[in-house]
């Protein structure tokens, strides 16, 4: 199904694969404590802990998201604990906090980098030149066991970007009809039928599961569902991602006493689009596939961070949880020529209060 297409926008400015760790410039610096022992600094839409003195307004740093994972034995992590090489979410002075940054010039310990350090532009991605991966329990499994290759030629992995990292997509939803959908604790699902293979494939956030492992919540949801078959019947045309949820996942914070999905993408996979908003809606009912919930819907008009942040926050109903937070999407063409016109919004009180 094809729609108008929105405005272009560069690609650079709204980047398919989230930037873990990328060079950026402190935008402000502010006391937190009377001593002038730390300061407040701030990168794109994030605010960080930093020794005071150590950095200055419009210096260009290393900064490393929330969920970073560093790599160990590393030159330039030679010093870090190995507790600290992941990247968390943590509050202090009555503040929330995201990420870390690190000098430019710590880019001269790593191996093999051959650049300027006063080439580097703003928003240039050092993810993979450091080596740096996203920290998630898949991704703790998937070092466990052999990796077993996700079908990202098909489908790309599910991996919202976060509007803190790339506040411009104000510029690119303002004035456009949207849609903001509830973000589920669980985990992440793929289901589609291999157009090669005519195979059925389940997979994880990461990876292909058999069919045969043990505590299989990803197959669980597949025959719970019957995926296949719905599958089938529509010729093996659309994949499904969804986020699974329920008892013994993340500790079950919204409270449900059977295991479920709440689908929030489905492809074409025969003529390579993702359904819009309409479509998906459609196609759901059609497959008696239950969707997210839709929190909101209209003209997009927000204008600040911290209004989409305060949005974000709640509690799962009938719980005592924190949610997660929220997803944003245009209604059409939310993810077309590789612009993923999508993005989420994380409850702050969730990210303190995860053990």
């Not at 919540?217 to 719970?224: E, G, T």
């Amino acid at each position: 199904m094809e729609s108008s297409q929105p405005e272009q926008v560069p690609e650079s400015d709204f980047f398919k694969k989230r930037k873990l760790a990328s060079v950026q410039k402190i935008s402000s610096l502010t006391p937190l404590d009377q001593k002038n022992l730390c300061q407040k600094a701030t990168i794109l839409g994030w605010n960080v802990v930093v020794d005071y003195n150590k950095f200055q307004v419009g210096e260009k740093v290393i900064y490393f998201e929330a969920d970073s994972l560093l790599p160990a034995k590393k030159k330039w992590t030679k010093g870090i604990k190995p507790k600290q090489l992941r990247i968390k979410t943590f509050s202090r002075y009555n503040e929330v906090f995201h990420g870390t940054i690190m000098k430019l010039d710590t880019l001269t310990k790593v191996e093999n980098f051959n650049l300027k350090l006063e080439d580097l532009e703003e928003g240039f991605d050092l993810t993979e030149i450091l080596e740096v991966t996203k920290y998630d329990e898949d991704s703790e499994q998937a070092i466990k066991d052999k990796e077993k290759k996700f079908p990202s030629e098909i489908i790309e992995k599910s991996d919202e970007i976060r509007l803190q990292s790339n506040p411009k997509y104000f510029e690119l939803f303002e004035g456009k009809e949207f849609y903001s959908s509830l973000k589920y604790d669980g985990s992440s699902g793929t289901f589609l039928i291999h157009p090669e293979t005519k195979k059925f494939m389940v997979c994880s956030r990461n990876q292909t599961i058999d069919e045969n492992e043990k505590k299989n919540i990803y197959w669980d949801v597949a025959n719970k569902y019957d995926i296949k078959t719905k599958l089938e019947k529509f010729e093996g045309k659309y994949a499904i991602q969804g986020e699974i949820y329920g008892p013994k996942i993340n500790k079950n914070r919204l409270g449900e006493k059977d295991i479920k999905i709440a689908v929030f993408t489905i492809k074409n996979i025969v003529d390579n689009y993702y359904l819009d908003f309409k479509e998906l809606v459609q196609v759901c009912k059609d497959m008696g596939l239950p969707m997210v919930e839709v929190t909101e819907e209209g003209i997009f008009k927000y204008k600040t961070v911290e209004e989409m942040v305060a949005k974000s926050k709640g509690l799962y109903p009938g719980t005592d949880y924190p949610r997660e937070g929220l997803v944003y999407r245009l209604k059409e063409n939310w993810n077309k020529n590789r612009l993923r016109c999508s993005f989420k919004v994380i409850n702050d009180d969730y990210l303190v209060n995860q053990k």
